[in-house]
């Protein structure tokens, strides 16, 4: 999967801009508050249909314009090219893949696959279960079929149950408890089986990075109980049923995969709380690389890789672990310092200049 060409058009800083790719490495240079993060943040638009930053579109349009306009070219596997525009006014968002219009943005989905590194990706490690639950959401609304779907009618009839609990209308629950134990449990399923995948990946890569013999092991980490989704669903019932009391006093929901954990253990220990730093950025890594992986066995296509300023943050000896790993797959690098790159043993390396959300591609 490449991306050969993106239009931005009053996307944030930019007012009118084109980007050619190469299908290698590309290393977009400028200074602070140039537009680079923007960039990046444009191309997850395509691949998850908002963007990575912010969940308010209206922040996306540029100062004083009435809508912004996106548009990505990509070339697959199979060489065959595809299309897709997304248009974000006051209104909401518009899409369109290969210039047919399409009524949910969900839908944008399974085009273009990303896997973007950020300073914040260490969080994955550091941070609470949030940033975790937020990794898996980004990963599998891309690769798992319907999962964005799932996740967002989840969402919507959890905030009216929580709604309920608020307004102390407990008979009502239990329509709404249905509805939220089937979707969640389908939720629960699906990570499980994924994050057990990822895992064994991760864990292979753990060790082929580390300079230590200690162990990666991850695994996800809910309350309900069971394998298949129709015995996580009736655990999850029962579970929410129990709780509905303690729930009604805390005015949320307490339980379900909006609580749940992925759990990453290092030689045993909760890497959040007892890793060394170089043990978290090791272990962050070989999570993002098993994640390349799973993209690439599950879909056929190998996802785009996004840094954004994060190589100048690893060591050298990391720096050139990952940027062999993406030397066979498009990758698009972000960096106030050209120099701080040691991108020497790859070729064709495309350099991308942004001043002031004002492109000049060159050589
Ligand atoms: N909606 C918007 N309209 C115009 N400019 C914007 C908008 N949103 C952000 N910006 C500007 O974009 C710049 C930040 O861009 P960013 O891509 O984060 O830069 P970089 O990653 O190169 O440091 C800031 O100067 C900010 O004011
Ligand atoms: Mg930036």
């Not at 997850?44 to 912004?68: C, H, N």
């Not at 990706?121 to 079929?145: D, S, W």
């Not at 753990?206 to 989704?229: F, K, M, N, P, V």
């Not at 962050?284 to 994060?310: C, F, K, R, W």
């Amino acid at each position: 999967m490449k991306i050969i060409r993106l239009d931005l058009m009053n996307f944030r800083r930019f007012e009118y801009s084109q980007i050619a790719f190469s299908s290698g490495l590309n290393i977009i240079v400028g200074n602070n508050a140039s537009g680079k993060t923007t960039i990046l943040e444009s191309i997850s638009m395509f691949a998850l249909g908002r963007s990575l930053r912010t969940r308010l579109d209206k922040e996306l349009i540029r100062f004083g314009q009435p809508e912004a306009q996106l548009r990505i070219k990509l070339q697959t596997i199979h060489n065959s090219n595809s299309d897709m525009a997304i248009r974000i006014s006051g209104k909401g968002k518009q899409i369109a893949v290969n210039g047919v219009s399409k009524k949910h943005v969900s839908e944008i989905l399974g085009h273009l696959y990303i896997v973007s590194f950020t300073p914040e990706t260490l969080q994955l490690i550091k941070a609470g279960p949030e940033e975790r639950r937020r990794f898996l959401n980004v990963a599998m609304a891309q690769c798992v079929q319907g999962y964005a779907d799932v996740l967002r009618s989840y969402h919507h009839i959890l905030q009216q149950r929580n709604h309920l609990l608020r307004m102390r209308q407990t008979e009502s629950l239990s329509t709404w408890d249905e509805q939220l134990s089937e979707l969640g449990a389908r939720i629960i399923s699906e990570r499980q089986r994924f994050s057990r995948e990822l895992a064994a990946g991760a864990r292979t890569l753990y060790e082929s990075l580390a300079d230590s013999s200690d162990h990666l092991s991850i695994q996800y980490r809910t309350q309900c109980s069971g394998e298949s989704s129709v015995a996580v669903q009736q655990s999850l019932a029962s579970l929410l049923a129990r709780h509905a009391q303690s729930d009604v006093m805390r005015g949320y929901t307490t339980v379900g995969p909006h609580r749940d954990d992925l759990q990453v253990l290092i030689d045993d220990h909760q890497a959040a709380k007892y890793a060394s730093q170089g043990q978290i950025r090791t272990a962050a890594l070989a999570m993002q690389l098993s994640l390349i992986a799973y993209i690439e066995t599950h879909t056929g296509e190998s996802p785009v890789i996004l840094l954004d300023d994060v190589l100048s943050e690893l060591d050298e000896h990391r720096q050139k672990q990952l940027l062999n790993f993406v030397d066979k797959t498009q990758a698009i690098i972000t960096t106030a310092h050209q120099s701080s790159i040691s991108w020497n043993q790859l070729q064709s390396v495309k350099v991308i200049r942004v001043d002031r959300g004002i492109i000049s591609n060159e050589g």
